[in-house]
């Protein structure tokens, strides 16, 4: 059935067309992605900018990491049963974040490394630009060979420059206020805590240009092309936006309430409204609700799996720190129940359930200087992550369920 309503003006379509010509077009913006994802390419860029000694040392620690086929070997590992487990852990700060869990994991033996990695830092100028965010690409993506999420909080202060090519192009005029010298930020009238806009929620007025904008220019800067998408909005937008841009991708976040298969079901009209020529859909991911029974779960990947939209993944939290959600938050014996059922899922970590020091949202929202301060102990926080991730999903496996970890930890 059709839609009563479009979900987007003409007006929409030809500011987001306007944006995305502005940086070249579909084609070229692929081009641009492709390029900056080959790791000769971003290692180039870290020893320009300084990052070349951060890469050495991950090239080191790479050779320790633990090997998934050695432990199939070693507890004669066989699969028996349907549901496939992919792994993906939260909280990937930065450079030197990303180096200290490294080196933790390294110096271990045993930790399996994440499939997938989800990064809730600001794409701000200064990370997009002086090298950190294409340093930390570099380790995950290249080196970890895991699948990458970056974050755009439209509420990042940008610089006036950037504002007023965007506006320029646009036609659109947003509401900011100077957050410092040479620097607007959006208006944020929800946000009730420091960190109460999280992931960018608030997208009032036409601020999903702003979203656009921010996921475009990191993707063209560093090849970063799988971004967290926090609205219905952003949603519409992105999946509008990338139509043709085949190398990007969007996670939908879990805050943005897909709850049940009602729900679901709203977002699988919006892929499909905007679904690409190939029948696939901009959408990667669909992160379900916190609140979600493993019989709902089941019943959501029935309905994706009926939609005939192809290769989108479902996940879910097995474990949030302790201001995600309810206290000792636990959905790993739901998960047995979802995988038995003969369904694949993505298992995500926030925590990992012992409500350490530092694994809490406010510490996504650390300045660059406590961030930087602080790195040894938040890889550690990031370590222990996927410490947890890698034990449960090793129990999954002697269960008979197949599960699917970082290139890295496979010898070829």
């Given at each position: 059935?059709?839609?009563?309503?479009?979900?987007?003006?003409?007006?929409?379509m030809?500011?987001?067309?306007?944006l995305k010509?502005?940086y070249?077009?579909a084609?070229e913006?692929?081009k641009t992605?492709?390029?900056?994802r080959?790791?000769?390419?971003?290692?180039?860029?870290?020893?320009?900018?300084?990052?070349?000694?951060?890469?050495d040392?991950?090239?080191?620690?790479?050779?320790s990491?633990?090997?998934?086929?050695?432990?199939i070997?070693?507890e004669?590992?066989?699969?028996?049963k349907?549901?496939?487990?992919t792994t993906?852990?939260?909280?990937?700060?930065g450079?030197p974040?990303a180096l200290?869990c490294?080196?933790?994991?390294a110096?271990d033996?045993t930790?399996?490394?994440?499939?997938?990695?989800?990064?809730?830092?600001?794409l701000?100028?200064?990370?997009?630009?002086?090298?950190?965010l294409?340093?930390t690409?570099?380790?995950?993506e290249?080196i970890y060979?895991?699948?990458f999420?970056?974050?755009?909080?439209?509420?990042?202060?940008?610089?006036n420059?950037?504002?007023?090519r965007?506006?320029k192009?646009?036609?659109?005029?947003?509401?900011?206020?100077e957050s410092s010298?040479?620097?607007?930020?959006?208006v944020?009238?929800?946000?009730?805590?420091?960190f109460?806009?999280?992931g960018?929620i608030?997208?009032?007025?036409?601020?999903?240009?702003?979203?656009?904008?921010?996921?475009t220019r990191?993707?063209?800067?560093?090849?970063?092309?799988?971004?967290?998408?926090?609205?219905?909005?952003?949603?519409?937008?992105?999946?509008?936006?990338?139509?043709d841009?085949k190398n990007?991708?969007?996670?939908?976040s879990?805050?943005l309430?897909?709850?049940n298969?009602?729900?679901?079901?709203?977002?699988l009209n919006?892929?499909?409204?905007y679904i690409?020529d190939?029948?696939?859909?901009?959408?990667?991911?669909?992160?379900?609700?916190?609140?979600?029974?493993p019989?709902?779960?089941?019943?959501?990947?029935?309905?994706?799996?009926?939609?005939?939209?192809p290769?989108?993944s479902?996940s879910?939290?097995l474990?949030i720190?302790?201001?995600l959600?309810?206290e000792n938050?636990?959905?790993t014996e739901n998960?047995?129940?979802v995988l038995d059922?003969?369904?694949?899922?993505?298992?995500?970590?926030?925590?990992?359930g012992?409500s350490?020091?530092?694994?809490?949202?406010?510490?996504?929202?650390?300045?660059?200087e406590?961030?930087?301060?602080?790195?040894e102990?938040?890889?550690?926080?990031l370590?222990?992550?996927?410490v947890r991730c890698?034990?449960?999903?090793?129990e999954m496996?002697r269960?008979g369920h197949?599960?699917?970890?970082?290139?890295?930890?496979?010898?070829?």
């Amino acid at each position: 059935m059709a839609l009563h309503f479009n979900l987007l003006t003409e007006k929409d379509m030809k500011q987001m067309d306007a944006l995305k010509e502005s940086y070249g077009g579909a084609s070229e913006i692929m081009k641009t992605i492709e390029n900056k994802r080959k790791y000769e390419t971003r290692k180039r860029i870290a020893n320009e900018k300084g990052f070349g000694e951060t890469l050495d040392k991950t090239e080191e620690y790479a050779k320790s990491i633990a090997k998934v086929e050695d432990f199939i070997e070693k507890e004669n590992i066989r699969v028996t049963k349907d549901g496939i487990v992919t792994t993906q852990v939260s909280g990937w700060q930065g450079a030197p974040v990303a180096l200290s869990c490294m080196r933790r994991m390294a110096e271990d033996g045993t930790t399996l490394a994440p499939k997938e990695m989800i990064s809730v830092m600001a794409l701000t100028e200064d990370y997009v630009y002086n090298g950190e965010l294409i340093t930390t690409l570099a380790i995950t993506e290249n080196i970890y060979g895991s699948k990458f999420c970056s974050a755009n909080l439209i509420g990042t202060p940008l610089s006036n420059e950037s504002y007023a090519r965007l506006e320029k192009i646009t036609g659109e005029r947003f509401e900011t206020v100077e957050s410092s010298p040479g620097m607007r930020s959006l208006v944020l009238k929800n946000q009730g805590t420091f960190f109460g806009n999280f992931g960018g929620i608030e997208v009032a007025n036409n601020n999903h240009l702003v979203y656009l904008d921010g996921i475009t220019r990191a993707a063209v800067n560093t090849g970063t092309n799988f971004f967290l998408n926090p609205s219905w909005s952003t949603i519409v937008a992105g999946c509008y936006y990338a139509r043709d841009i085949k190398n990007m991708e969007f996670k939908i976040s879990m805050l943005l309430s897909t709850q049940n298969a009602i729900q679901l079901r709203m977002l699988l009209n919006i892929m499909k409204e905007y679904i690409r020529d190939d029948g696939t859909s901009a959408l990667y991911e669909i992160n379900l609700g916190n609140a979600m029974s493993p019989e709902m779960f089941i019943q959501c990947a029935r309905e994706l799996r009926a939609s005939g939209i192809p290769y989108v993944s479902i996940s879910a939290h097995l474990r949030i720190n302790p201001d995600l959600g309810i206290e000792n938050f636990n959905w790993t014996e739901n998960t047995y129940n979802v995988l038995d059922a003969g369904v694949d899922m993505t298992i995500k970590y926030e925590s990992d359930g012992t409500s350490r020091p530092l694994d809490t949202m406010a510490t996504y929202f650390l300045s660059k200087e406590e961030r930087l301060k602080q790195a040894e102990e938040i890889g550690e926080v990031l370590y222990y992550k996927s410490v947890r991730c890698s034990n449960d999903v090793k129990e999954m496996m002697r269960r008979g369920h197949k599960a699917i970890f970082g290139k890295l930890s496979y010898k070829n």
